[in-house]
């Protein structure tokens, strides 16, 4: 089984001061998500607007290769902790 990645927007202190039983594993890094912000924004629309599917252009970002056809790895990162 697959170990899912849980992001919390509040300190994961927070959390285990109330006791929950499942965790978030690390904070959002809201620094990442706004310097790529408009890339996300893109890549939200390609696949809301149905021009490719998401599991091609996830395929496509985990790519290595050309720095201008595929974004840099701070991209997906932050693509991934947006969900």
Known sequence: MHK????SIDAISNF???SYQV???QKVDYELII????D???????IKLGYEK????L????????P???????????AERIG
């Open 23 to 25: 965790l978030p594993n």
């Open 59 to 66: 395929r496509r970002l985990n790519r290595t290769g050309d």
């Open 68 to 78: 201008v056809l595929f974004p840099p790895e701070s991209l997906v990162q932050s």
């Open 4 to 7: 899912l990645q849980l992001y």
């Open 40 to 46: 996300i924004l893109r890549l939200v629309t390609t």
């Open 54 to 57: 998401a599991s091609v252009l």
């Open 16 to 18: 285990k001061e109330l």
């Open 35 to 38: 310097e790529y912000w408009d």
